[in-house]
């Protein structure tokens, strides 16, 4: 990939300096959803699919930007003296808002950059191809420049803040998280509240993680997640009134059960009754999956599906049909939506000898019923950001 990558590089910018290859992959969340933005824990893992870049520094202040995705646009021109986002600049605003957001930190970028982008993630489907593409330039920037003091972390940080101030979308910190930090066959066992987090091995010997596109993004998405957001926010605060609490992440069942009645609204309560249970539940699936028992597992995975469906209401009608199907298909071990919700992507634990009929009975029952040609993903655990 990267040899041609390179090829390719020197086909549309030219031969010479230092060429430098950099991956960073998409990641898929196995449990805590919705949780990120409410100081709870969320369990998500890197994959092998992600964003390839091939860079080279130049002498003057002049960033070109080429993505074979997008291969129509051609080569976008931009300055290091216009890190500003604009409606025509479409996908680079990812990375111009990363270079914006390290130079605010004081990291002053010296020159201009010659730029290959390649992705192998679906684009707009949960599984963080923005995030992806975010790390990657960071990443690529700190080490093209010797820019010291930035770690991993910093990177996802600067990331999350690109994303939130230049991109104008208020994602939580788990998506950059999952894609700098990332180890192969681990997922990560993130609290939110205070950026700890563990490595839990998820090298399943009899099973394999399997995420189906739907290919369908309902238009609500976005509101739909500002929305959830100051529900949840509003219900904090009332719930503030009554317990000493930073985010919903804070309170155990039992706690929520006890002070709930300070919610007013029981919209809000049901959005609050979901970030409570649903932190809960992934401190329990990890437990569960740290102890051998991945039965225990997908269990919680389905039992996070319905949470997400009834009582947050960011699924829709399709996924809704996917996990259906999941769940009574022999050798599922546990399915659930994943990532934002009114669209994208389900993650299920498949029997590895179940997973040729997975794909099969779920691919040819999908169509008939919603006209939609799902895709499948059987993926690997991969590594967080890197030089390649
Ligand atoms: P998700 O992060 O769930 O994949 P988003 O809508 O947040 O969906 O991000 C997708 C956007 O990120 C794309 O529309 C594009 O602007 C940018 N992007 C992602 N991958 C690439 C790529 N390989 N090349 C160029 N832009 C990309
Ligand atoms: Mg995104």
Redesign the pocket.
């Known amino acids: 990939m990267k040899a041609k990558l390179i090829e390719k590089f020197v086909s549309i910018y030219g031969e010479g300096g230092e060429i430098r290859s950099f991956f960073s992959p998409g990641r898929v969340n196995l449990i805590g959803e919705h949780t990120d933005y409410n100081g709870g824990h969320v369990f998500p893992c890197a994959l092998s699919i992600g964003?390839y870049m091939i860079v080279r520094k130049r002498e003057d202040r002049t960033i070109r930007f080429y993505?074979?995705?997008?291969s129509k646009l051609g080569v976008i021109e931009t300055s290091l003296d216009d890190l500003v986002y604009s409606e025509k600049a479409?996908?680079t605003?990812?990375p111009k808002g990363v270079m914006w957001a390290m130079e605010g930190r004081g990291y002053k970028i010296p020159t201009g950059m010659d730029i290959l982008?390649?992705?192998t993630?679906?684009?707009?489907?949960?599984?963080?191809?923005?995030?992806?593409?975010e790390v990657l330039t960071g990443l690529a920037v700190r080490d093209l420049f010797g820019f010291e003091g930035i770690s991993m972390i910093d990177l996802a940080l600067i990331g999350q803040y690109s994303e939130n101030n230049f991109n104008g979308?208020n994602c939580g910190i788990m998506?950059q998280f999952a894609v700098a930090m990332g180890k192969k066959d681990h997922a990560i066992f993130l609290d939110t509240s205070d950026l700890s987090y563990e490595y839990a091995s998820v090298k399943l010997e009899n099973a394999k993680i399997v995420i189906t596109n739907s290919k369908v993004k309902h238009s609500l998405v976005d509101s739909a997640y500002n929305d959830r957001r100051n529900e949840c926010e509003t219900a904090l605060k009332e719930l503030q009134t009554v317990v000493d609490i930073k985010g919903l992440g804070d309170l155990s069942e039992e706690e929520f059960e006890k002070y709930k009645d300070a919610i007013k609204d029981p919209v809000r309560q049901k959005r609050a009754h979901h970030a409570v249970y649903e932190n809960q539940r992934t401190i329990q699936a990890v437990a569960a999956l740290n102890a051998g028992d991945v039965e225990k597992f997908g269990k919680l995975m389905n039992a996070s599906h319905v949470s997400l469906r009834d009582d947050y209401e960011v699924s829709c009608e399709e996924i809704d049909v996917l996990v259906d199907l999941a769940w009574e298909t022999e050798g599922v071990i546990g399915s659930r939506i994943t990532?934002?919700g009114f669209g994208?992507c389900t993650v299920s634990i498949v029997k590895n000898d179940a997973v040729d009929h997975f794909i099969d009975k779920l691919g040819k029952a999908y169509k008939e019923k919603t006209g939609h040609e799902a895709e499948f993903y059987v993926v690997e655990i991969g590594d967080g950001a890197k030089e390649i």
Do not use: H, K, R, V
């Open positions: 964003t993505s074979e995705n997008f479409g996908w605003n990812y982008i390649y992705g993630i679906p684009n707009g489907s949960g599984l963080s191809s923005s995030a992806s593409l979308c998506d990532g934002g994208g």
